[in-house]
């Protein structure tokens, strides 16, 4: 999904990827995010993003297994589930296939 309709954002969206606990563990989740990354490129991207739950370990490595860097976190802005606010870890994954370039300094 874009993270924009804003033209200064094209080439950049958010992605997700959720697994039924049934499938956890089993290499499903890496199978689908390479997928995803490889479809995205393929339609331009040049940048995904990803905010995941603090707490959540198994999709943390799962975006670091996949390229994905920690970039930062917001506090308490994901309401869980339970209710609970929650502060949310921000990764990036910058593409070697699709060209982008460094803003030129001024």
Request: proline letters at 3%; charged letters at 25%.
């Amino acid at each position: 999904m874009p993270v924009s309709v804003r033209a200064v954002y094209a080439g950049v969206a958010e992605v997700s990827i959720y697994i039924a606990p049934e499938y956890s563990g089993k290499g499903a989740g890496t199978i689908l995010l390479h997928a995803l990354i490889a479809a995205s490129e393929r339609h331009g991207i040049w940048m995904l993003q990803s905010g995941i739950l603090s707490g959540n370990a198994a999709s943390v490595r799962l975006h670091e297994k996949c390229g994905f860097r920690f970039v930062g976190y917001r506090e308490k802005i994901g309401c869980d589930r339970y209710g609970t606010w929650r502060d949310v870890i921000f990764f990036e994954r910058r593409s070697r296939v699709v060209a982008w370039e460094e803003p030129a300094e001024k």
